[in-house]
């Protein structure tokens, strides 16, 4: 069975590690928020000046003005800084975010990655995307396996305007937990109840499976 929403931004959070400085990208990644190991201390990044974002908020305390790179209402965790966005970018281009978390249209077997335009659609901008897969050495990719037609979004070479290439390690899809290196996608784990052979049928990049494919673990 595919992955929710949630479940992606669970298996994600477990790559988290305690000390970390992680930015999270808008759609899925914010969800990781939710979702940090109790016990470890992570300081959450937004592009828009804020370092030490929390959980998102309940309706008792939402605070209209508090929201991070997408708009989205966010709370501020004991310790959390404001700063202005230039200082944040600052942050980002020198190296200083241990682990990036992004969305993706695509994502091929060179660790290339599009995510911030469909040609003929409407878009705000680049944002802080190119930034973050330049800046960081440790990105992790979550979003679908293949699109509403059942097409891979993950393939040989990127189709679609790049953001970054040669940048993206690993990816959680709503189907398995991937590694990409020596230019191919590594299969290290299956979503629960899906098969190894639904995971190939719906990867167009070269494939490398291993004898063993562990289930998922939350």
């Known amino acids: 069975m595919a992955l ?4 992606l931004a669970q298996r994600v959070a477990k790559e988290l590690q305690d000390g970390y400085y992680v930015n999270l990208g808008i759609g899925i990644p914010t969800l990781v928020a939710n979702y940090i190991p109790e ?13 030490g974002m929390g959980e998102f908020p309940t309706e008792e305390t939402i605070d209209p003005d508090l929201i991070n790179a997408g708009k989205q209402t966010v709370t501020a965790v004991k310790g959390a800084s ?3 966005s230039a200082e944040s970018f600052a942050m980002i281009r020198g ?10 249209f695509e ?11 469909i040609p003929g659609k409407l878009i705000k901008g680049m944002g802080g995307a190119m930034d973050l897969v330049a800046g960081a050495e440790n990105i992790i990719v979550t979003m679908m396996h293949a699109d509403k037609y059942g097409n891979s979004k993950l393939l040989p070479v990127c189709e679609l305007p790049l953001t970054g290439y040669g940048c993206i390690k690993r990816v959680v899809t709503d189907l398995a937990f991937i590694e990409i290196k020596d230019g191919a996608f590594h299969l290290l784990e299956r979503a629960p109840g899906v098969s190894v052979e639904e995971i190939v049928s719906k990867t167009a990049g070269k494939l490398i499976v291993p004898d063993h494919v562990p289930e998922m673990v939350f």
Do not use: K
């Open 107 to 117: 994502v091929d077997v060179n660790g290339s990655i599009a995510s911030w335009m």
């Open 95 to 104: 190296g200083h975010v241990d682990l990036t978390v992004l969305g993706a």
């Open 4 to 7: 929710s929403r949630e479940q």
């Open 82 to 84: 404001f700063f202005s």
């Open 39 to 51: 016990g470890m201390e992570v300081m959450l990044q937004s592009e828009n000046g804020l370092l």
